[in-house]
């Protein structure tokens, strides 16, 4: 790390005192962002962290439907996302006419919506989940029939762990559903001692040669508590760098693509959002009471 990044590092947690702001960090995030966060997790624990906010704002150093999610649980707060255009290719190919058609083709589904998802999407499902929680929230309905959106990698996975019908929608993370099971074999070769954790969001036929299918923050268990040594890790780059952190006696091979989102926040747009409150999210009455419902009920059966 440089001066000029250290210097504004300083200036950030100086200025988090003077604005009695938190700011939260998704795993993804470029390792300096780390440095001036008060709390680095995946997208349950964010949520769930959003909850406890004591602070007057909160600063989200992710993408817009995280920043939307902390809006949703604390609608007294000012929540800045550092920058506008940090949104989720996966969040907008799923839409409230896509999922009302859906309902309406199978009305004894319940909705389960994956966290990656705009609020008004969220607004009009049942429950949310995470990559974390996703089958435990599906086991834990009565309905057989699920309705999951938007990832149909993460609904495949699901359909693979559940006696429940799947329904998907057809949306997927263009990071991870662009990993390829071929090029991971050869990946495997090269490292044979290494085990595979991969992301459920990735598709299928990698899954199946994987040795633990985790969410990110499951990823850092399965990590901590393997008696392996090595890994290749399969899902967004920045998280083989939160893990070398993480867990800095093992070693981490790098099987990722980087998420181009993820990495559009950095030092100077965290210090110009505690300075200006650029960029304020704001979420409609309406869309966000239902959607508040959907978030405490994942957080209730989870």
């Known amino acids: 790390?440089?001066?000029?990044?250290?210097?504004?590092?300083?200036?950030?947690?100086?200025?988090?005192?003077?604005?009695?702001?938190?700011?939260?960090?998704?795993?993804?995030?470029?390792?300096?962002?780390y440095?001036?966060?008060?709390?680095?997790?995946?997208?349950?624990?964010?949520?769930?962290?959003?909850?406890?906010v004591e602070e007057d704002v909160i600063v989200f150093c992710g993408v817009k439907f995280m920043a939307e999610t902390a809006k949703i649980l604390n609608p007294a707060k000012k929540v800045i996302l550092p920058?506008?255009?940090?949104?989720?290719?996966?969040?907008?190919?799923?839409?409230?006419?896509?999922?009302?058609?859906?309902?309406?083709?199978?009305?004894?589904?319940?909705?389960?919506?994956?966290?990656?998802?705009?609020?008004?999407?969220?607004?009009?499902?049942?429950?949310?989940?995470?990559?974390?929680?996703?089958?435990k929230i599906v086991e834990s309905l009565p309905n057989e029939k699920i309705i999951f959106l938007p990832d149909k990698n993460l609904a495949a996975y699901l359909q693979s762990r559940t006696k429940k019908q799947i329904i998907p929608y057809e949306a997927y993370c263009y990071i991870h559903n662009a990993l390829d099971a071929s090029l991971l074999k050869d990946f495997k070769n090269q490292y044979p001692k290494a085990k595979v954790i991969a992301h459920p969001e990735s598709p299928m036929e990698l899954l199946k040669i994987s040795d633990y299918v985790r969410g990110t923050s499951g990823?850092?268990?399965?990590?901590?508590?393997?008696?392996?040594?090595?890994?290749?890790?399969?899902?967004e780059c920045g998280m083989a760098e939160k893990l070398r952190l993480e867990v800095?006696?093992?070693?981490?091979?790098?099987?990722?693509?980087?998420?181009?989102?993820?990495?559009?926040?950095?030092?100077?747009?965290?210090?110009?959002?505690?300075?200006?409150?650029?960029?304020?999210?704001?979420?409609?009455?309406?869309?966000?009471?239902?959607?508040?419902?959907?978030?405490?009920?994942?957080?209730e059966l989870s």
């Open 35 to 52: 440095k001036v966060g008060d709390f680095i997790g995946d997208s349950l624990e964010l949520s769930r962290k959003a909850m406890q």
């Open 83 to 135: 920058n506008l255009e940090a949104t989720c290719s996966m969040a907008d190919m799923s839409d409230v006419p896509g999922l009302l058609k859906l309902k309406a083709e199978h009305p004894d589904a319940a909705v389960v919506c994956y966290i990656n998802t705009n609020a008004d999407v969220k607004a009009h499902s049942d429950v949310i989940c995470t990559s974390a929680n996703a089958l």
């Open 248 to 299: 800095p006696e093992k070693q981490f091979h790098s099987f990722c693509n980087i998420c181009s989102y993820m990495k559009m926040t950095n030092l100077f747009l965290v210090e110009r959002a505690l300075t200006k409150f650029q960029y304020e999210i704001n979420v409609p009455d309406d869309i966000a009471i239902n959607a508040r419902k959907a978030i405490e009920k994942m957080l």
């Open 1 to 33: 790390m440089n001066n000029h990044q250290q210097e504004q590092i300083e200036r950030i947690i100086k200025l988090k005192k003077e604005k009695n702001a938190i700011i939260l960090v998704h795993n993804y995030q470029e390792p300096e962002i």
């Open 219 to 235: 990823m850092i268990k399965a990590a901590q508590e393997s008696d392996a040594k090595e890994f290749i890790m399969v899902t």
